[in-house]
């Protein structure tokens, strides 16, 4: 890999561009567990990025996260570093791995989701992506308008705590 930049191109040290998604979208999951990724993911995936597999594994609150490789590849490389003598470090491990599997996009622009991690995530038909930095969380749509309905009481307190801390700044 290519200094420290996420590469969507990971054939060659060739800088392609790194990943800003942002955006929610509305999807459906077929009775055999494709999903089409919708329009706007994929211009801002680009073309490059459209090419390259994808990860999907279990995420935090009974949603799945979608990482593209060279992303999943950072990540796991910061993982792969906990010490696995410790009980907490080989737990978490296990959880976060558990059920990750790679995934292309098929000629219809098209992910098949595995029925064990959709049952996880408790998604049978309409699903929420919600992208943000370069990850798309998939939910089932009744799960992330319930999150979403639960608006933090003071979202200006729970800005300033976790992000008063940021670039030096002292909350």
Do not use: H
Request: net charge negative.
């Amino acid at each position: 890999m290519c200094k420290n930049d996420i590469l969507l191109n990971t054939q060659s040290c060739r800088k392609v561009e790194i990943l800003q998604l942002l955006g929610e979208y509305e999807c459906t999951i077929d009775q055999k567990g494709r999903m089409r990724m919708p329009s706007g993911l994929l211009n801002q995936l680009g073309e490059e990025a459209q090419k390259l597999p994808f990860i999907v594994n279990r995420g935090f609150e009974k949603c799945l996260m979608l990482y593209p490789k060279p992303v999943w590849d950072k990540i796991t490389a910061e993982i792969n570093q906990l010490n696995t003598y410790n009980k907490k470090n080989r737990e978490f491990i296990r959880y976060f791995y558990r059920g990750a599997q790679e995934i292309t996009m098929d000629g219809a622009d098209r992910i098949l989701i595995s029925k064990r991690l959709l049952e996880y995530a408790d998604i049978t038909k309409d699903v929420i992506l919600s992208a943000y930095n370069d990850r798309i969380e998939i939910w089932a749509q009744e799960g992330y308008d319930d999150l979403m309905a639960e608006e933090p009481s003071d979202f200006s307190d729970l800005a300033e705590e976790v992000l008063g801390k940021i670039n030096g700044n002292k909350a």
